[in-house]
């Protein structure tokens, strides 16, 4: 009987949706169910797996889980369900997230076989890990999946004697300084503060509504132009990267010149870290 490999992502961007899909490439003789937790409707629902199924499960970053970690894991359950942790960051450190999805995993049922932190390009600036994943990074992530496919599927082995890495920056001391004091408080993600969310929307807008479909709290509204509810948006940028007219963009003047920052820190090429 074929195995089936769910890939469930929250993915506001499309970086973590194209690395669960890569390593899935690799994973021979599967049927292939993907879970996109952007859905409300789907982090509703209460989804049940069992010890011959796998899960690949992808979040994006900033030192914790990103977005809505408490609804999309809350959503699953396992039953000795093998998991493979996907977070990607945008080249820069994926901090704690690796470390609290395995523990927030495993509390539901799930045993992690394998994980890895990847890039993707930055939700704010197409100038920070470009077009990432590249054709690199899809063909270490194929391998990845294979890798997966070998010692799951084939091996029958669900052990994982990783250590998994915390990564801190490497971006100046404040940096690392921000990031003790954001893992130190409880639960496992984050979202945008109010005072760095404020999106502004461009004379290029057609009103399509793609940004108002696609939003994964609802905070935004298509009512004589598109209107944004600053106490409802986590800050994930799903409408500035889904927008066909590129225009709806973040510009709080916090966030502008911390994505400055991130530009002139970031410029060195990070590679995928594996554990399997
Ligand atoms: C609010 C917010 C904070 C972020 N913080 C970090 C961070 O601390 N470090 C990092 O490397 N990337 C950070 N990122 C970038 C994303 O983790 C990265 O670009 C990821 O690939 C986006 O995934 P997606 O395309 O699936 O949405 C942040 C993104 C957002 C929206």
């Given at each position: 009987?074929?195995?089936?490999?769910?890939?469930?992502?929250?993915?506001?961007?499309?970086?973590?949706?194209?690395?669960?899909?890569?390593?899935s490439?690799?994973?021979?003789?599967?049927?292939?169910i993907?879970?996109?937790?952007?859905?409300?409707?789907?982090?509703?629902?209460?989804?049940?797996?069992?010890?011959?199924?796998?899960v690949?499960?992808?979040?994006?970053?900033?030192?914790?889980?990103?977005?809505?970690?408490?609804?999309?894991?809350?959503?699953?359950n396992?039953?000795?369900?093998?998991?493979?942790?996907?977070?990607?960051?945008?080249?820069?450190?994926?901090?704690?997230?690796?470390?609290?999805?395995?523990?927030a995993?495993?509390?539901?049922?799930?045993?992690?076989?394998?994980?890895?932190?990847f890039?993707?390009?930055?939700?704010f600036?197409?100038?920070?890990?470009?077009?990432?994943?590249?054709?690199?990074?899809e063909?270490i992530?194929?391998?990845?999946?294979?890798?997966?496919?070998?010692?799951?599927?084939?091996?029958?082995?669900?052990?994982?004697?990783?250590?998994?890495?915390?990564?801190?920056?490497?971006?100046?001391?404040?940096?690392?300084?921000?990031?003790?004091?954001?893992?130190?408080?409880?639960?496992?993600?984050?979202?945008?503060?109010?005072?760095?969310?404020?999106?502004?929307?461009?004379?290029?807008c057609?009103?399509?509504g793609?940004c108002?479909?696609?939003?994964p709290?609802?905070?935004?509204?298509?009512?004589?132009?598109?209107?944004?509810?600053?106490?409802?948006?986590?800050?994930?940028?799903?409408?500035?990267?889904?927008?066909?007219?590129?225009?709806?963009?973040?510009?709080?003047?916090?966030?502008?010149?911390?994505?400055?920052?991130?530009?002139?820190?970031?410029?060195?090429?990070?590679?995928?870290?594996?554990?399997?």
């Open positions: 009987m074929n195995k089936r490999v769910y890939l469930i992502y929250f993915s506001p961007g499309g970086t973590t949706k194209r690395t669960v899909r890569n390593i490439k690799g994973i021979g003789n599967a049927d292939i993907e879970i996109d937790m952007l859905k409300r409707e789907n982090r509703e629902k209460n989804y049940h797996f069992t010890e011959n199924d796998l690949i499960l992808g979040m994006m970053t900033a030192t914790k889980l990103f977005g809505l970690p408490k609804e999309v894991i809350g959503a699953l396992g039953n000795k369900t093998p998991f493979v942790g996907v977070v990607t960051c945008g080249n820069g450190y994926y901090g704690k997230s690796l470390v609290i999805m395995q523990k995993m495993e509390k539901r049922g799930f045993k992690m076989v394998a994980a890895g932190g890039i993707g390009q930055y939700s600036s197409d100038k920070v890990a470009t077009n990432r994943p590249d054709e690199k990074d063909a992530q194929v391998r990845f999946g294979e890798d997966i496919y070998r010692k799951v599927c084939i091996d029958n082995n669900i052990k994982f004697n990783q250590k998994l890495k915390i990564d801190w920056p490497n971006e100046g001391g404040f940096s690392t300084f921000k990031c003790a004091l954001i893992s130190a408080f409880p639960g496992p993600g984050l979202s945008l503060p109010k005072s760095w969310n404020e999106l502004a929307v461009s004379d290029n057609i009103e399509c793609k108002v479909k696609i939003c709290v609802g905070a935004l509204s298509l009512n004589n132009g598109i209107k944004q509810d600053r106490n409802k948006c986590i800050g994930c940028q799903a409408c500035n990267r889904n927008c066909p007219k590129d225009a709806i963009k973040p510009v709080s003047p916090k966030l502008i010149k911390s994505v400055e920052n991130v530009i002139k820190y970031r410029d060195k090429r990070k590679e995928p870290e594996l554990f399997i």
